[in-house]
């Protein structure tokens, strides 16, 4: 049996050459996709269930006062999974595979972006949501893992963490994001915050 140790060491060792193999030209395309949005001045919206919503939820704190703090326009991002109440609603009243698709009805414009997050790439609701997306003439961008599921076929870009294991997935979803504010905030030349 491995010691709390040994098994610390191999997750990191696994987890190291996960981010190794990442395409860095996809993610290229990933933050110049974001900052497209931001120089055309369109709304960016993020979504996920379960592990992938908390990653969409914090990818939206930090683009939102990270890469705008300082400057005098700031980015429009809104994740879809924040508001309990609307998903609550939705779900009760239409189904959960329309949490999504529903709010991208109210908010979405041509020319907008959405992220959507799912390990699986298998969700239907963000699947749903992806779909309209795309019909709407929005660019639509697909963060998965293991093959990148369903998703990968339906986005104009995805990024897939090459692994079949959850949560090193999830954990370099994160990673990606960070990757992301950290070059955008680079770009951009907003000031540095927590």
């Known amino acids: 049996m491995l010691t709390f140790r040994e098994f610390g060491s191999q997750y990191l060792e696994s987890l190291s050459r996960i981010i190794g193999n990442l395409d860095l030209d996809r993610f290229e395309r990933f933050v110049d996709a974001l900052l497209a949005a931001y120089d055309n001045n369109r709304s960016i919206f993020v979504m996920g269930n379960g592990g992938s919503a908390a990653t969409a939820s914090h990818f939206a704190c930090d683009i939102n006062k990270g890469c705008g703090y300082g400057l005098p326009r700031?980015?429009?991002?809104?994740?879809?999974?924040?508001?309990?109440?609307?998903?609550?609603?939705?779900?009760?009243?239409?189904?959960?595979?329309?949490?999504?698709?529903?709010?991208?009805?109210?908010?979405?414009?041509?020319?907008?972006?959405?992220?959507?997050?799912?390990?699986?790439?298998?969700?239907?609701?963000?699947?749903?949501?992806?779909?309209?997306?795309?019909?709407?003439?929005?660019?639509?961008?697909?963060?998965?893992?293991?093959?990148?599921?369903?998703?990968?076929?339906?986005?104009?870009?995805?990024?897939?963490?090459?692994?079949?294991?959850?949560?090193?997935?999830?954990?370099?979803?994160?990673?990606?994001?960070?990757?992301?504010?950290?070059?955008?905030?680079?770009?951009?030349g907003a000031e540095k915050s927590c």
């Open 74 to 188: 700031k980015f429009r991002m809104l994740c879809l999974n924040d508001s309990i109440p609307t998903l609550l609603a939705l779900s009760n009243d239409i189904g959960y595979e329309s949490v999504f698709v529903e709010q991208l009805k109210v908010f979405l414009q041509p020319g907008d972006t959405v992220v959507a997050f799912s390990g699986s790439g298998n969700s239907p609701n963000v699947l749903e949501a992806v779909s309209y997306a795309s019909e709407q003439g929005a660019f639509t961008i697909g963060i998965t893992g293991y093959e990148g599921g369903k998703l990968a076929s339906l986005v104009h870009l995805d990024l897939i963490v090459p692994s079949n294991d959850m949560q090193k997935i999830e954990d370099v979803h994160v990673i990606l994001c960070h990757m992301a504010m950290q070059a955008i905030r680079s770009r951009l």
